[in-house]
């Protein structure tokens, strides 16, 4: 019995953490490139449906690209998964290199620079989310000649409403095309509040509520 209300106590404690809901935007603030609109963008759209903007220009002036991504949606999106020419050839300056974890500048490092070096692995092109660092769950090269897949999982997930932030190399520029499609959260927040609530319910009816004479 004292397991079970442990265990009971645990889940009823976490079981309704919610989002924080903090957007995450890649902004230019300083440096050769303050206030250029280099980033690209994917919204989710309301009706579900993907609208794409190209990016306009290399965050490090030479073969890397950042995109915004924004959640117009009514769901939860578990990651991305994308597919083009040559955008999962991480070769170390990611844009966790020049960006911090709220999207901004980290200094004069944009438009030919190299990071500061904090992440130089395959993650430091993944980006943040609501302050919590994205992650590639798999990185695909050649699935067809040239032509490689990425999935990008984002943080706890990316909320309805929210922003997130991501990059991809891009060996000859800006890519020429880039196939986008959504993934869902492993397991909505809804299910394990509910199921906490579930059992907290069960606890409390079988061990703490007291019995009727």
């Known amino acids: 019995m004292k397991k079970m209300l442990i265990l009971a106590a645990l889940l009823c404690s976490v079981g309704f953490v919610g989002n924080a809901g903090a957007a995450t935007l890649v902004t230019v603030a300083s440096g050769p490139q303050a206030g250029a609109p280099y980033a690209g963008s994917i919204t ?5 449906s993907i609208t794409f903007v190209q990016v306009t220009g290399e965050y490090d002036g030479v073969d890397d690209v950042a995109y915004n991504v924004i959640n117009n949606s009514a769901n939860d999106i578990g990651g991305l998964v994308l597919t083009g020419a040559g ?7 990611g844009i966790d ?4 974890s709220a999207g901004n ?7 030919g620079g190299v990071g500061d070096g904090s992440d130089t692995s395959a993650n430091g092109y993944a980006g943040y989310t ?17 032509v490689d897949q990425v999935d990008l999982q984002f943080g706890n997930g990316l909320a309805a409403g929210d922003t997130s ?3 991809l190399e891009a060996e000859t520029g800006v890519p020429s095309t880039l196939n986008v499609t959504t993934s869902a959260v492993p397991l909505p ?3 394990w509040s509910g199921g906490a609530l579930l059992l907290c319910l069960g606890a409390y009816l079988k061990f703490i509520k007291p019995k009727v004479a």
């Open 44 to 48: 989710i759209n309301p009706d579900n």
């Open 87 to 93: 955008i999962g050839d991480f070769d170390g300056d």
């Open 97 to 100: 290199n020049y960006a911090d």
């Open 105 to 111: 500048s980290k200094g004069d490092y944009l438009d």
């Open 130 to 146: 609501d302050g919590i660092k994205n992650f590639w769950s798999s990185i695909q090269l050649d699935i067809t000649p040239g």
């Open 165 to 167: 932030f991501f990059s």
């Open 189 to 191: 927040a809804s299910v």
